[in-house]
């Protein structure tokens, strides 16, 4: 069976099951503090474990898109230097939510994998969860029970509380899981040794494939488990494993899920695969991670300085140094392989070859940009090569190799390499010692403690009412306490809320609730696993009881008034450049709105206007907003909506038109366009390559802005005292500047000459030494140098102290004639030195010329006397 066969006969027998089978969710996290990328199957369903959402369906199956680079699953140093570790990978999943159990659950992956797949049972194993006394568990008799009916007992492997009792995180929903997985060596070695000894051994061969979990208890604050009430079962198994073991080959990326890839690098770099340890690592390597940054990118999430942009932004550094170093890649080249990726995931995933120009352009110009860092860094990497060589020591710095991966991103293998090549060592130690007091500066910046939820209501799920409502009649279901850099706030949850949770690009709504006794303000309103929690700095003094919840209407209506203008924003520029314009990301604020897409020029002023004219003359057309909530996302496609990717959609969606303008959106809007006002444009910038960035403004702000604008302008024309065309008369006061200027120049040269003039008659005579000292007129101030070297073009031997005063600001300069200079009996350094005193300054220079500034304007005469002195003492 090839790869996509594969994926789909998983999706059919699940299906026969009566699963629901549903898209993957993007790999790219949005509204999660907890988790920057998908890393498992089950995480678009935490908010189900979790009670906070109801399920879609009791049973479901898909194949997910997972990322593991960081957080709890990072196989990032793993990744190339074994055959079954990847950043970027496909789970193919089925659940039970509250539904079937153990039993269905191993005995479905049974049928599964020896029926439908045909996998000889004699290569696979089980494990069970042996129990754990510190948990006060037992081992899982449950499970070793139903595996007991397909597998003999030596097969059945304990496992401990590492690799068999699953943890959403420190606290929440938990359980024993079973693993199952295959013995691919030999006929011969099998016999050897047993595989039940190298099962979860780190053996190559002898690999975990599928992880059945049963989520049975909740974990609380203080660490004790709870039984829950509805059970479920969460599986996940590696799609590329499971190809490797249907097609019998010896690693991943030798299934057709890689080859193409595969063929591809060792073109581009002229180099074989599968000759020598070394390349064969760094081109697995650059097969996985390219995957991986191409999807992130479809996903929405481009490489960047911070967050998981920068996780991003490493994974793609870290193959081009495989290349840079193992395959002598010294040009970009990661972009060229863009069309086999395509070639062998385009099917399943057509966002690759939509947005291929795109993927191609940001991982081009990252490449660039690396490679000029590289080398940076190996020009700094020399100098510190010849210092540390010239004093005979064989150990660097860890500062520097610190700071050169910290400040340049250079790497530290890289570093190590380059020193090695001149036998020179890194000290470790020191690098680590930095590295650990950088991580705990980053732990205690972002610490959280958050407290158990106290329970004043058993509630069904929160209803949120706020398109229709911004104030209701509320109870409080459960409240927590969550530190912060010791600072601590109170999350409410209520039964039903007026208020918008931030998401969507768009900000939480902020307001407040009241019992008649008291107030107490909202101060923001965030979403943490589709759980409504407002904010507040302090509880109610009574906290149980009802309350009345008002939004913030006016800071709502401005909001609105910009989230619609960014939909109406989308639809002008898309018509104005064309429909690769695609959203990339966006903030919906009460005071502007920020909208990213994808588009490769800057826009001209023609452009904008345009723009603004389209979205201007929809305002103006007072649009009704259609709303349809709950239509099937098919619905909703065929209406024309704009399917974004990088979002995450349940089967039913919410449709928002208004005019032609129509998008998947979850935000509030205006109830007609007309209620936005004025549109208006304040800025447009790149923000990455090929990644551009629009902020506007909106209604009373735009007003406000289009007013501060014009009263500027009335300004500017008051300070005219003629009337007239404003324009024509800034033109002409440049015109007049710049001749004014021009004929002040010559007149300064023309007093420059007078000034030379008078100074070289005025000079007196010392043992043959011509001798001028004088402050000249500070309109001058700022040619002094060139008067100097002016003067000591028409002398012989000669010393010249001039001083000057620019701007309250004291200068002074000595020059010496040349032979005088080198004779040494004088020197203009010694002389500015001493002088500059006299000024509150200090200055240097060279022998024959010096200049000082200082503080005191009014130092300068007695600063040429004392010069005159010190000269005159040297020459006598
Ligand atoms: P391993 O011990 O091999 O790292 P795991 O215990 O981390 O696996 P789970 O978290 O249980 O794996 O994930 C479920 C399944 O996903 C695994 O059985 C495996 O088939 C697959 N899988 C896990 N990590 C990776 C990865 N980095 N690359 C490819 N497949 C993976
Ligand atoms: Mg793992």
């Known amino acids: 069976m090839n790869a996509s066969e594969i994926r789909k006969s998983f999706w059919a027998f699940f299906e026969s099951k009566q699963h629901r089978i549903v898209s993957s969710a993007p790999m790219v996290v949005k509204n999660d503090p907890t988790l920057m990328f998908t890393n498992a199957g089950m995480n678009q369903f935490k908010d189900i474990f979790l009670g906070n959402s109801k399920p879609i369906a009791p049973r479901v199956a898909n194949s997910q898109k997972c990322l593991r680079v960081s957080g709890k699953h990072n196989d ?27 039993e269905n659950a191993i005995n479905w992956a049974w049928e599964y994998l020896t029926e439908v797949l045909n996998i000889d049972k004699r290569i696979l194993y089980a494990s069970v969860f042996e129990g754990d006394k ?120 030798d299934t057709d899920v890689f080859v193409p890839i595969i063929n591809e690098i060792a073109e581009i770099t002229q180099t074989p695969y599968g000759k020598n340890e070394e390349t064969d690592i760094a081109m697995r390597v650059i097969a996985d991670h390219i995957r991986t940054i191409a999807f992130s990118i479809t996903d929405g999430q481009l490489p960047s300085n911070n967050k998981a942009g920068y996780v991003i932004r490493r994974i793609l550094r870290r193959a081009i140094r495989y290349g840079y170093t193992f395959l002598e890649q010294r040009q970009s080249f990661m972009h060229k392989l863009l069309p086999a990726l395509i070639n062998s995931m385009g099917d399943a995933y057509p966002e690759l070859k939509d947005q291929q120009e795109l993927i191609t352009k940001v991982i081009k110009e990252e490449e660039e940009s690396f490679l000029r860092t590289l080398a940076t860094g190996i020009t700094m990497l020399d100098k510190i090569i010849q210092q540390t060589k010239g004093g005979n020591y064989k150990v660097v710095d860890g500062k520097v190799a610190f700071e050169l991966y910290d400040t340049y991103g250079f790497p530290l293998d890289l570093t190590e390499l380059i020193l090695k090549e001149n036998d020179l060592v890194i000290n470790r130690k020191e690098f680590e010692k930095e590295m650990e007091a950088q991580k705990n500066r980053a732990r205690i910046a972002t610490a959280i403690e958050t407290e158990d939820w106290v329970t004043l209501l058993q509630d069904d799920v929160e209803e949120f009412i706020g398109y229709d409502y911004l104030e209701t009649d509320i109870t409080i279901v459960k409240y927590r306490k969550v530190t912060l850099k010791n600072k601590s706030l109170y999350q409410l949850v209520f039964n039903i809320t007026p208020f918008y949770a931030e998401s969507g690009g768009q900000v939480g709504d902020t307001g407040y609730i009241d019992n008649g006794s008291e107030k107490v303000e909202i101060i923001d309103t965030k979403k943490e696993n589709n759980l409504i929690v407002h904010i507040t700095k302090k509880l109610p003094k009574e906290i149980k009881g009802e309350f009345k919840a008002i939004v913030n209407s006016t800071k709502r209506q401005d909001i609105a008034n910009n989230h619609t203008a960014t939909h109406l924003l989308h639809q002008a520029l898309r018509e104005v450049l064309g429909t690769h314009v695609e959203q990339k990301g966006s903030l919906v604020h009460s005071d502007y709105l920020r909208f990213d897409f994808s588009h490769f020029q800057k826009l001209t002023r023609e452009e904008i206007e345009k723009v603004e004219k389209l979205v201007n003359k929809r305002v103006r057309a007072n649009f009704a907003l259609e709303e349809m909530r709950e239509i099937p996302v098919a619905k909703a496609h065929d209406l024309g909506a704009m399917m974004l990717f990088g979002e995450k959609y349940g089967d039913l969606v919410r449709a928002i038109k208004f005019g032609d303008s129509i998008e998947l959106c979850g935000g509030t809007h205006v109830k007609h366009t007309g209620e936005i006002g004025f549109f208006k444009i304040i800025s447009e910038a790149s923000i990455a390559s090929g990644i551009r960035r629009i902020e506007a403004v909106t209604g009373v702000k735009a007003e406000e802005m289009i007013m501060t604008q014009h009263n500027l302008l009335l300004a500017i024309q008051d300070m005219f005292k003629s009337s007239g ?6 033109e002409s006061l440049m015109t007049d500047n710049n001749k004014l200027s021009k004929d002040l120049d010559s007149m300064k040269q023309n007093f420059i000459n007078i000034e030379k003039r008078n100074l070289i008659d005025g000079a007196k005579e010392l043992n043959g030494v011509k001798l001028i000292a004088a402050v000249i007129d500070s309109r001058l101030g700022d040619k002094m140098k060139d008067l100097a070297f002016q003067i000591k073009k028409e002398m012989g031997e000669f010393v010249a102290i001039l001083g000057t005063d620019v701007n309250g600001k004291p200068q002074l300069s000595v020059v010496i004639s040349d032979e005088l200079a080198q004779s040494g009996r004088i020197n203009a350094v010694e002389v500015i030195r001493d002088c500059a005193k006299e000024i509150q300054g200090g200055g240097g220079g060279q022998p024959f010329f010096a200049t000082a500034g200082g503080k005191n304007p009014n130092g300068l005469g007695s600063a040429i006397e004392r010069a005159k002195a010190f000269v005159s003492e040297k020459l006598s």
């Open 76 to 102: 990032l140093e793993e990744v190339g230097h074994d055959t079954y570790h990847h950043t970027m990978f496909e789970m193919l999943g089925n659940w039970s939510f509250g539904d079937y159990f153990k």
């Open 725 to 730: 065309n404003l324009q024509k008369n800034i």
């Open 134 to 253: 510190d948990m006060g568990l037992d081992k899982d008799m449950e499970a070793f029970n139903y595996w007991k009916q397909f597998l003999p007992e030596e097969k059945i492997i304990n496992g401990n509380r590492k690799d068999n009792f699953w943890e959403m995180g420190e606290m929440g929903p938990c359980g024993p899981c079973s693993e199952i997985h295959v013995d691919l060596r030999s006929e011969e070695e099998r016999k050897k040794i047993p595989g039940a000894q190298l099962v979860n051994a780190d053996h190559p061969e002898v690999i975990e494939v599928w992880n059945l979990v049963f989520i049975q208890f909740n974990r609380k604050a203080d660490g004790s488990l709870e039984p829950l009430p509805s059970k479920h079962v969460d599986t996940g198994m590696g799609f590329e494993r499971l190809c490797r073991v249907l097609q019998q080959k010896q690693s991943n990326y």
